[in-house]
């Protein structure tokens, strides 16, 4: 007999859709065995590496930002933070990444963002789909150059009720130096201003 709060019925449904897929219970024990911390799954990135990502192989890994990054914008007031950023890929044609930001001084959380990579096979042309803890979606797009990726948006999307003045535009640049240090420049127009810089960091890669 089933309970009002329907937890039998769910129960039932589970294992009823784990005996005739065979897929639920697989699943459910690989979602488990991520490596959520780090965002890190060995297991997926044991996979084969997708040939139209190849050239960005450079990105892979878990990066922290050893040096303070910097945050300037004419409307707030200027601060200093660090920031964990992970590029993982699961064999497929794209690659997943996360961006986590903490306050320099008090390590309280910030910025975070999540999102793909994805480019456009057989060209230099790459797109940028990613989602922020600040209500925006965005889409950007650009070109990769060697072992530097320049992305302007294309669309800006957000929540209807977020705050004044809104992100109208949005560029930014991800590119690897001689010595192997990952660095990102951040530059946005709002409603109220023009394009200007707003976010620069360095990171070291922790694992490849």
């Not at 990135?45 to 892979?60: G, I, K, Q, R, T």
């Not at 497929?92 to 959380?109: E, S, V």
């Not at 994805?118 to 989602?131: E, K, S």
């Amino acid at each position: 007999m089933l309970r009002k709060n329907g937890t039998e019925k769910m129960h039932v449904d589970m294992k009823t859709r784990s005996m005739t897929s065979g897929c639920l219970e697989r699943s459910v024990s690989w979602w488990f065995n991520l490596d959520v911390g780090n965002n890190i799954n060995s297991s997926l990135n044991s996979l084969p590496l997708h040939p139209d990502v190849a050239h960005l192989e450079w990105l892979l890994g878990h990066w922290e930002s050893k040096t303070l990054g910097q945050g300037t914008y004419p409307t707030i007031k200027s601060f200093h933070y660090h920031e964990q950023a992970n590029f993982t890929h699961c064999g497929q044609p794209l690659l997943d990444y996360a961006f986590y930001a903490f306050h320099g001084d008090t390590g309280r959380p910030l910025h975070r963002e999540v999102g793909f990579l994805r480019p456009r096979a057989g060209t230099d042309q790459i797109a940028l789909i990613g989602a922020q803890n600040t209500g925006l979606s965005i889409v950007e797009e650009g070109e990769v150059r060697g072992k530097e990726i320049t992305l302007t948006s294309h669309s800006v999307s957000r929540i209807t009720f977020g705050k004044e003045p809104r992100v109208v535009k949005t560029k930014r640049i991800l590119s690897l130096d001689q010595d192997g240090k990952l660095r990102q420049c951040f530059s946005m127009a709002t409603s109220n201003q023009e394009m200007r810089p707003h976010l620069e960091i360095t990171y070291c890669r922790k694992m490849p």
